[in-house]
């Protein structure tokens, strides 16, 4: 099977993430293509100085000068996406504007993907591009689906005192993490920071996906529903909202 990823430039956590991932996927998938788009955490482009002070409206000093240090760490000393994919014989595709676009879709299809798999994908997808390759496109969201569609869900089931979490693989449709689940991991909420939370979600999510592309492979699976009548939706959290999740004891890091 030929799969086609597409992500953003995540520096913290995605190359750790994506080597995992290479690594554990079947001999009979190759890998022929990746798209790095940049990174919007806010879940809309916006200029790094506009990232950072948003950042520390939001989350405040400390919160902003631990990831304002990881950030330099990791930029000095951790290698790039790009290096990781020049490692692994895996092309870089570079996209200009929306993944959307006569373009862009045309570019994609020179890489004739069985599958597409989003991992931080951060544009929607429009169908003429989830039905591009043979059998459509994934993504991987880091929470229990229907409930906390949207952003930043670890932060989200810590606020909310939940007990558990997990990961869901789904089938991309043209909403917003609405399509049918392939693969879902239910995963016990402790003690854990935000960031621990974060690092297990992803590792777990890492190993969903690899599940789903078998399944789908043997084309012996069976679909969960995602319906809309049971599914919460979060967006970025507020100054308020921060200041809630920390009353409440619970931490980022």
């Given amino acids: 099977m030929r799969i086609l990823i597409i ?43 506009k990232k950072a002070l948003k ?32 490692s692994k014989n895996i092309t870089e595709i570079k996209i200009k504007g929306s993944l959307n676009s006569e373009s862009s879709l045309k570019k994609i299809s020179l890489f ?47 606020k909310n005192n939940e007990k558990y979490t997990g990961v869901s693989v789904f089938f991309i449709d043209e909403g917003i993490d609405s399509g049918p689940i392939l693969v879902q991991k239910k995963i016990e909420i402790k003690n854990q920071t935000q960031a621990e939370l974060i690092k297990l979600t992803k590792r777990i999510g890492m190993l969903a996906i690899v599940e789903a592309i078998s399944l789908i492979m043997s084309g012996n699976y069976k679909l969960i529903e995602n319906p809309n009548n049971q599914m919460s939706y979060y967006s970025f959290p507020t100054s308020t909202d921060v200041k809630e999740f920390l009353k409440s004891g619970k931490k980022f890091f």
């Fill in 55 to 86: 950042t520390f409206k939001i989350f405040g000093f400390r919160f902003f000068l631990f990831y304002s240090f990881k950030f330099i760490y990791c930029k000095l000393f951790k290698s790039s996406i790009e290096s990781l994919l020049v």
């Fill in 7 to 49: 992500t953003q430039n995540e520096p913290f956590y995605l190359y750790d993430n994506l080597k995992f991932l290479i690594k554990k996927l079947p001999t009979q998938v190759k890998v022929v293509g990746c798209i790095v788009s940049d990174v919007s955490p806010f879940g809309k482009k916006e200029t790094f100085i």
């Fill in 112 to 158: 004739k993907p069985d599958l597409i798999v989003s991992i931080l994908g951060n544009q929607i997808f429009k169908k003429n591009l989830i039905t591009l390759p043979k059998y459509g496109s994934i993504n991987l969201h880091t929470a229990l689906l229907p409930k906390y569609r949207g952003l930043m869900p670890t932060f989200w089931v810590l």
